[in-house]
């Protein structure tokens, strides 16, 4: 059934690491897709200066921003305690939204038909169902972290645990009796299953997040089937509707970003797949020890680099590297990203295996150096070398100045490396087929709209 004029979508972000942007973006289509609808967007007010730009505003006039308290008093200080930020907002956000979106219904005019959210956001599903409204959740990572989570009590009772880790030797035990999981370690389980502190108000919101997401009236994630069949089968059996939109970037390319360092101009003038582009997200820092290991390593290689590295961080890198690097290297503040990766002279990517970087990667068809941080790091890192075959882990997890000059040569000028290129180039064809005009993601895209869109008395 095709959307009234009085569909109004509630959207609720989770405005910490990268979850916010990739749910902006899904939801820009969707807006795009269908003009009658209002998008009312809440999120902290940080977290919307950051994502809503001014051509974001004036491109997509049925999709405004509600700014959210972040649950933090005037005057408040933090005690240093981890996710303190996180558990201040959650503890606050099911007041504060309610009284948001009375505010977005009195303006717009229009009750609110439906509830999109992170995940994350887990109060969300009774939130839905006390408005009589659908709740449609955004997984944001992938989908073999998500099938983890959903296994939580299993992998609890099967794992032994002695404190706050598996008991020794069970770290190597693999996850085969979880369907698609069969190269998955213990050890790459993200934390909050069998890592870290159980009780803790994180760990403690993972679980609420997969005990209450199989309420969702549907779940959808910014990934694609062909991508791994068995894990998206699995998945699919355990919601009402499991719904694969992705990826993201190919399906609704951004426009091109900033690029104040010149990296797009200075990329012409290299080699094809010759440049080692370096960056870990938004919220990852390597070690010092670590950073000098791999400014040694790219120093000694005489490979052509690109690193993205804030300002407060250049402190540690070794005194004289950047003078001694300037003329085949470039160390900026901020890069843009996913045109790197889509440049033909990059020829791998370091990274800390984050989903959104993880896609861009692959879209972009360039290989992968993995050093895993924290979350669902390991995990994507066991996928990416053991069961799509896509890029390689360092020795140890951490750099070395040998080990990072190994990997690099390994990729970039060796025959695993053209075996790794291959692989992810067959990837990125099965990538664009799926977001193509007949693609499994299209036609997911195409469910979810129906489902976030369809009138209010119309949701069964």
């Given at each position: 059934m095709a959307p009234t004029?009085?569909?109004?979508?509630?959207?609720?972000?989770?405005?910490?690491?990268?979850?916010?942007?990739?749910?902006?973006?899904?939801?820009?289509?969707?807006?795009?897709?269908?003009?009658?609808?209002?998008?009312?967007?809440?999120?902290?007010?940080?977290?919307?200066?950051?994502?809503?730009?001014?051509?974001?505003v004036a491109s997509s006039p049925n999709v405004k921003p509600y700014n959210v308290w972040d649950g933090v008093h005037e005057g408040y200080t933090f005690s240093g305690k981890p996710q303190e930020h996180i558990e201040l907002f959650m503890k606050a956000a099911p007041q504060s939204?309610?009284?948001?979106?009375?505010?977005?219904?009195?303006?717009?005019?229009?009750?609110?038909?439906?509830?999109?959210?992170?995940?994350?956001?887990?109060?969300?599903?009774?939130?839905?169902?006390?408005?009589?409204?659908?709740?449609?959740?955004?997984?944001?990572?992938?989908?073999?972290?998500?099938?983890?989570?959903?296994?939580?009590?299993?992998?609890?009772?099967?794992?032994?645990?002695?404190?706050?880790?598996?008991?020794?030797?069970?770290?190597?035990?693999?996850?085969?009796?979880?369907?698609?999981?069969?190269?998955?370690?213990?050890?790459?389980?993200?934390?909050?299953?069998?890592?870290?502190?159980?009780?803790?108000?994180?760990?403690?919101?993972?679980?609420?997040?997969s005990l209450m997401l199989p309420q969702a009236t549907a779940v959808f994630i910014n990934s694609f089937e062909e991508l791994d069949k068995t894990v998206t089968g699995e998945l699919k059996s355990?919601?009402?509707?499991?719904?694969?939109?992705?990826?993201?970037?190919?399906?609704?390319?951004?426009?091109?970003?900033?690029?104040?360092?010149?990296?797009?101009?200075?990329?012409?003038?290299?080699?094809?797949?010759?440049?080692?582009?370096?960056?870990?997200?938004?919220?990852?820092?390597?070690p010092k020890e670590e950073l000098v290991a791999i400014a040694e390593a790219l120093e000694g290689s005489g490979i052509p680099f690109i690193w993205s590295l804030r300002e407060n961080v250049r402190p540690n890198l070794p005194k004289a590297f950047l003078d001694k690097t300037e003329k085949r290297g470039k160390v900026v503040p901020w890069a843009p990203q996913a045109d790197i990766l889509y440049h033909r002279a990059i020829g791998v990517f370091v990274t800390h295996c984050g989903w959104n970087s993880l896609l861009e990667s692959m879209v972009g068809g360039v290989p992968m150096i993995c050093r895993p941080f924290f979350g669902d790091h390991k995990l994507n890192g066991r996928m990416i070398e053991d069961v799509w075959e896509i890029g390689i882990k360092l020795e140890g997890g951490v750099f070395t100045k040998g080990g990072m000059e190994r990997c690099l040569a390994m990729v970039l000028s060796q025959e695993k490396g053209k075996r790794i290129r291959a692989k992810i180039k067959l990837l990125k064809d099965l990538a664009t087929e799926a977001v193509g005009p007949t693609g499994s993601s299209t036609g997911n895209f195409k469910l979810l709209l129906d489902v976030i869109t369809r009138p209010r008395g119309f949701q069964k």
């Open positions: 004029a009085d569909s109004h979508v509630a959207v609720v972000a989770f405005p910490f690491g990268t979850h916010a942007s990739p749910l902006l973006a899904i939801i820009r289509r969707l807006a795009a897709a269908s003009p009658e609808t209002i998008f009312s967007f809440f999120n902290t007010c940080q977290s919307n200066n950051t994502i809503f730009s001014t051509s974001v939204l309610h009284r948001n979106m009375d505010m977005a219904v009195a303006e717009t005019g229009k009750e609110v038909t439906c509830l999109v959210t992170d995940a994350f956001i887990w109060f969300a599903a009774e939130m839905a169902q006390e408005m009589g409204v659908p709740w449609v959740p955004l997984w944001a990572p992938g989908p073999c972290p998500l099938l983890a989570h959903l296994y939580t009590d299993l992998i609890r009772h099967r794992v032994s645990i002695a404190g706050d880790h598996p008991a020794p030797g069970s770290g190597n035990e693999r996850l085969s009796f979880i369907p698609g999981m069969s190269k998955i370690l213990v050890q790459d389980l993200p934390d909050g299953i069998v890592f870290g502190n159980l009780e803790s108000f994180f760990s403690t919101m993972l679980h609420q997040t355990k919601f009402h509707k499991f719904l694969s939109v992705g990826p993201f970037n190919l399906a609704s390319p951004p426009p091109p970003a900033q690029d104040d360092s010149g990296c797009l101009p200075w990329l012409d003038k290299q080699e094809p797949a010759s440049v080692a582009y370096i960056s870990f997200g938004s919220v990852a820092i390597p």
